[in-house]
């Protein structure tokens, strides 16, 4: 039981970190969709 717990913790640790940084990145993307659309829709009324 030491053992599982002992390689767990860790993973767990990167796995919650892994997603954070995939929020972040997905985060960003949306952004960047966002800004893309607006400036399309700026073009296309202007």
């Given at each position: 039981?030491?053992?599982?717990?002992?390689?767990?913790?860790?993973?767990?640790s990167?796995?919650?970190?892994f997603?954070?940084?995939?929020?972040?990145?997905e985060?960003?993307?949306i952004?960047?969709?966002?800004?893309?659309?607006i400036?399309?829709?700026?073009?296309?009324?202007?």
């Open positions: 039981m030491h053992l599982v717990a002992r390689t767990t913790e860790p993973g767990l990167d796995n919650v970190s997603s954070r940084k995939i929020l972040i990145g985060q960003t993307m952004t960047e969709q966002t800004t893309a659309i400036i399309l829709l700026s073009l296309a009324i202007g």
